[in-house]
């Protein structure tokens, strides 16, 4: 069964924190990098944090030095860790496989940032 779900978003004050979680099921999940994703209104969705199933990570500019993606192989389950929040950081948030076409996505979890 192909299943993402995310969770762990919700409104903070900028410079706050949040964990957004994400519980993928085994096909999408092992053996692929993972990535966070996010989409603000009237915007595309964009990649910002993504880690191999060996760990190493890489980021996108805007959330460098303040997101901090993690995976457990185990238990099939990416974590994204949030700090220092910007206003612009608001949008919703999705995890799903890299370099892939991605048919398939979750509910994502919405993330707000009031300044």
């Known amino acids: 069964q192909v299943q993402l779900v995310e969770s762990g978003g919700g409104l903070v004050q900028a410079g706050g924190s949040l964990t957004l979680s994400c519980a993928a099921s085994g096909v999408i999940f092992r053996g692929n990098t993972m990535g966070w994703y996010r989409q603000a209104p009237e915007k595309g969705r964009a990649l910002v944090a993504q880690?191999?199933?060996?760990?190493?990570?890489i980021y996108a500019d805007s959330v460098k030095g303040r997101f901090a993606v993690s995976r457990d192989n185990a238990k099939n389950m990416v974590y994204l860790q949030m700090n220092s929040l910007k206003p612009e950081d608001t949008a919703a948030y999705f995890c799903?496989?890299?370099?892939?076409?991605?048919?398939?996505w979750g509910q994502g979890t919405q993330v707000t940032v009031s300044s």
């Open positions: 880690i191999t199933s060996g760990g190493n990570t």
């Open positions: 799903n496989r890299v370099g892939w076409n991605n048919n398939y």
